[in-house]
C-alpha cells in the first residue's frame, strides 16, 4: 500500500511542478520522471491490489469489475482534454490533469487507510 500511496502522490506532484514552473528544462526533467514513476508504480497497482485486496478466489471477479470504468475512462479520456486544451489551453489542460490526480491521491489514502481497518 505505501508504494501504492507513493506512485498516487508522484502524479500531483509532477503536475503541480509544471503548473507553478514547467518552463524550466530542469523542472520539466521532474516532471517527467514523477510521470514516469507514477504511470509505472500505477500499471502494477492495477494487477495486484485487487489480488492483495480480495484475495485469490475473488481476484478475477474484481478485476471483470474494475475493467469497465477504466475502459470508459480511457475512451472519454481524450476528447474531454482535447476539448479542454481547446477551450482553456495547456494550463487548462493541466489543471484538470492535477484535479483528478489529487483525487486519485485522496482515494488511494482512504483505501489504504481502510485495508489497515479490515486486517
Known sequence: MRSAVFGSLMLPVGLGLALLAGDVFVVALVVVATYGMSNGLKAVQRATLPLALF???????????????????????????????????TAGALWLSFAFAMISLIAMILLARRSRAIR
Open 55 to 89: 484475495g485469490r478466489a475473488q481476484f478475477g471477479a474484481y478485476m471483470g469489475r474494475l475493467a469497465l470504468p477504466q475502459g470508459i475512462v480511457a475512451a472519454v479520456a481524450p476528447p474531454i482534454m482535447a476539448a479542454v486544451m481547446s477551450r482553456f489551453g
